[in-house]
Structure formats: structure tokens, C-alpha cells
């Protein structure tokens, strides 16, 4: 064979070589990644169904324990801005391990607290590291995943994002009720061990460090800001939108916002470059996204509390029931990215219809005798649709930035759904406890007078941003 000839042939296999090698680390990088996402955010859900439990245990009132779910959310709510500099500061593979830690570390002291103020403080620990390792890990992927399969490994994670919420109260009622509170915590501890020493071993620096200093007025104005609008909007939940705690917090939060966007603005090197906004495909999908967000934490609150304080059911008992929606959210999570990677956004709509048609049969469902069997399939056909609606917006939005604005797209992504989750929460829980007053008794109980007022406004919701998005369309693409 002629040199010239081997020569290519050499260097063909070369290339082939280095885009296995690749290839492989890819598919090593987003499954860590996966998988410890879905810990932070199993364990940011456990708590929901073990407050009643965590009351007994430590002899203090639901009000008081509300503040292990209120300021998970305050603390995450506030830092995840801060993780686009965290990542440009550190690079990916610092920051993944430093959050991990962070989280292995709160989970230790919250299973071994002998007091309430001790469990809190472990939960606020391991809020501060989801809050820096979610968008990192959705920073992360992006950037590794290959053009034409982006909406798969963004359907991955979304899988992490929306099916562990659904599952987590099924798997942490089981061992609350088996082995105890501290478990629910412990059970996780070896995993998060594995995962930390796989990463440190394996995990490769996607997202360079650079030489970048630190704005202190901006970090106390990203604190004040997110973090007053996040505990605001707490408060609301409790005491209404318009009560001196909602309002006085609500403003400060909103100036330090305002002055805080205007010198990121302005900024050589800002903390979070705000000025992706100005990207209208990227815009016009985050905003969808949040709204998407603000009706599923709304009835992801909702339907485990009707079904144990209307119908009766144990913890563990509706957990079960929650749980056929929760694999079916899993499947379509990963079907909804495949299909955006071929379609585009055009499975938006299908998405934001079938989750109507499931909240509407839900409301249904909840207007007369206990029907477990029609609530499962009614719960699995809005849990199904959803995701063919989130997994397209957040693909398209981040899909339509370069790589440089990875971190702070995905940054301002987790920062805004979670201010949008605490919302949705806020206005669900004020409908489900107010709605009798507006309503009447056209329901036997206040709370089926609310679930039901609650999922009968999701179905509007999505109907609403469905009408949104056939008007919006050309600025998404």
C-alpha cells in the first residue's frame, strides 16, 4: 500500500478513536450527572410527605416544620443565581464536586440531629448544594450532548426533574413508615458516596475555569433580591399576597432585583449575563417554562393532600397511587426528547392538552365517591403530556444559545422555575384553603372544594398557554 494511503488510513482511525473516547466520556459524564441530580432532587421532595412525622418526633408544631420544604426553597431560591459564577469561577468539575459534598455533608447532619434546629440546618446544607449542582449539571450536559441529540440528553434530564418529585413520596412513605425518619436521610448516604468518588475519578473538566473576580455588591444584591422574592412568596402562601409579610419582603427583593439586573447589564464581566434575554427564542421559551412550572408544583402539592385528608388514605397509600404517573413521567420524559430532536416544538401542544384533559378528569374525580382506579389513569395522562410540553421549551430555549452562555442560561433557567414553582405553590395552596369561601358548600368538605377549584385552574393554565404558544410560535423558532 502506497504511504500516502496508509497515512490516511491512519488518521481516519485516529479520528475515529477520539470521537469514540468521546463518545464514551459523554455517556460517563451525563450518567453521573443523571444520577446524582435525581438524588438532589428525590431529596428535596422527601420532606413533603414526612412533616406530620418530623412534628411527633421533635414535639413542635406543622407550622414550625414547614420551614424544612419553605427554606429548602429560600436557600435554593437565593444561591442558584450565584451558580453561572460558581462555574465560571471554578470550572464544572470543582463545582460538581464541591455541591455534592455539600449535599453528602447537610444529609449527615440531618440523620444524626438530635433536635429540630439541627434536622433544619442539615436540610438549609443540603439546599445549598442542589442549588449550585442542578444548573452545573444542566450546564454540563448540554454542552456534551451531541447537536442532533440535544433534545434526548435534555429529556434525561428532565426525567430527573419532573420524575423524581413523583416518585419520592411513594419510596420515602415506605421507609418512613418501615424504618424511620432518619433513614429516609441515611439511605441515601452510600449512593452520594459512590457517585462523589466515581466523579472524582472519572469526570473531566467540561466548563474551563477563567480568571474572574468577584463582584461583592452584586452578590448581596443577587441575595437580597431572589432570596426577599422567594420568601415573599412563602409567606403568601400563609398569610396571602397581600399581608405586610408578603409585601414588605416582596419589595426590597424586587428593587435589589432591578438594581441588580441593571448593573449586570452594564457589567464588563457580569455575575449572570442577563443579556441572553434579549435572545427571543430563548425568552419566549423561558417564559413558557416557568408558567409550565407554576401549575405542575401546583398540583404536584395538591394531589397527595387530597388524597390522604379528603379520601383517607396513609402516606405510603397515596404514594402508591401517585406512583404509576410518576413512571409513566419517567418514560415520557425520555420519548418527549427523541421526538423534539425530529419535530421541533410541535409536541408542545399535544403535551398542554393532554395535561388538561387529565386535570379536568382529576377534578372529576374528586367530585364524588373515592375513585382510586380513575384518578391513577387520570394522574398518568397529565404526568404523560406534560413532559412532551417542558422537555420541547427547555430544549428549544437552551438550544438557541452558544456554548459560552450555557452557564448562565441554565443558571437563570433553575433560578426563575424555582421562583415559579414557589409561586405556583403559593397560589395552589391559596385556592385549595379559600375556594370554599368564594365556592359555598357545593362540595361537603373545604379542601374538595379547593383541590377541586385547584385542578380545574391547571386545566385553564394549560389551555391558556396553549392559546400563548399558537400566538408566540414564530418567536420560537
Not at 444524626?112 to 442549588?131: D, E, I, K, M, Y
Not at 464581566?269 to 443579556?275: A, F, G, Q
Not at 404509576?324 to 401542544?349: C, H, K, Q
Request: hydrophobic share 55%; proline share 5%.
Amino acid at each position: 500500500m502506497p504511504t500516502h494511503h496508509r497515512r490516511e488510513h491512519t488518521m481516519t482511525d485516529t479520528r475515529k478513536s477520539a470521537t469514540a473516547q468521546r463518545g464514551t466520556t459523554s455517556t460517563v459524564t451525563v450518567a453521573l450527572l443523571v444520577l446524582a441530580g435525581f438524588l438532589c432532587i428525590f431529596n428535596e421532595a422527601e420532606m413533603n410527605i414526612a412533616l406530620p412525622t418530623v412534628s411527633q418526633i421533635y414535639g413542635v408544631p406543622v407550622t414550625v416544620t414547614q420551614w424544612l420544604t419553605t427554606g429548602y426553597m429560600l436557600v435554593t431560591g437565593t444561591f442558584m443565581p450565584l451558580s453561572a459564577f460558581a462555574m465560571g469561577r471554578f470550572g464544572s468539575r470543582r463545582c460538581v464536586l464541591g455541591s455534592l459534598g455539600i449535599l453528602l455533608v447537610g444529609i449527615l447532619v440531618s440523620a444524626t440531629s438530635s433536635s429540630f434546629p439541627v434536622l433544619l440546618a442539615g436540610r438549609l446544607l443540603q439546599a445549598l448544594g442542589a442549588a449550585f449542582f442542578i444548573p452545573v449539571m444542566m450546564a454540563v450536559v448540554i454542552t456534551v450532548a451531541p447537536r442532533d441529540k440535544l433534545g434526548t440528553y435534555n429529556g434525561l434530564m428532565m426525567l430527573v426533574l419532573m420524575a423524581a418529585p413523583a416518585l419520592s413520596p411513594t419510596i420515602s412513605g415506605v421507609i418512613l413508615s418501615t424504618i424511620g425518619l432518619r433513614w429516609t436521610f441515611l439511605c441515601m448516604v452510600p449512593l452520594l458516596v459512590a457517585i462523589i468518588l466515581c466523579a472524582a475519578v472519572l469526570l473531566k473538566e467540561v466548563l474551563e475555569p477563567k480568571d474572574v473576580t468577584v463582584d461583592a455588591l452584586s452578590v448581596a444584591l443577587s441575595i437580597i433580591g431572589f432570596g426577599g422574592a422567594v420568601f415573599a412568596v412563602g409567606n403568601a402562601a400563609s398569610a396571602g399576597f397581600l399581608a405586610p409579610s408578603t409585601l414588605v419582603p416582596l419589595a426590597v427583593g424586587a428593587v435589589a432585583i432591578v438594581v441588580y439586573a441593571r448593573r449586570q447589564l452594564r457589567a464588563r464581566t457580569p455575575l449572570l449575563n442577563l443579556r441572553i434575554l434579549a435572545n427571543r427564542r430563548y425568552r419566549t421559551s423561558l417564559v413558557m417554562i416557568v408558567l409550565v412550572q407554576m401549575i405542575l408544583f401546583g398540583t404536584i402539592l395538591v394531589a397527595p393532600l387530597f388524597l390522604q385528608s379528603a379520601w383517607g388514605y396513609s402516606a405510603s397509600q397515596a404514594g402508591l397511587i401517585m406512583l404509576p404517573g410518576g413512571v409513566v413521567t419517567a418514560v415520557a420524559n425520555l420519548l418527549a426528547g427523541m421526538i423534539y430532536d425530529r419535530f421541533g416544538t410541535r409536541a408542545v401542544p399535544f403535551g398542554l392538552i393532554g395535561s388538561a384533559v387529565g386535570y379536568l378528569g382529576i377534578a372529576a374525580c374528586m367530585a364524588g365517591a373515592p375513585k382510586p382506579a380513575a384518578f391513577v389513569v387520570f394522574c398518568a395522562i397529565y404526568s404523560g403530556a406534560l413532559p412532551f410540553a417542558m422537555t420541547a421549551l427547555t430544549t428549544n430555549g437552551l438550544g438557541s444559545l452558544n456554548t459560552r452562555e450555557y452557564p448562565d442560561g441554565s443558571s437563570l433557567n433553575n433560578t426563575l422555575q424555582q421562583i415559579g414553582g414557589s409561586v405556583g405553590t403559593a397560589v395552589f395552596t391559596i385556592v385549595v384553603y379559600h375556594a370554599y369561601d368564594v365556592l359555598g358548600e357545593a362540595q361537603p368538605t373545604p379542601l374538595v372544594t379547593g383541590s377541586i377549584a385547584s385542578f380545574v385552574l391547571s386545566a385553564a393554565g394549560a389551555m391558556g398557554l396553549l392559546a400563548a404558544f399558537a400566538a408566540l410560535r414564530k418567536h420560537l423558532s
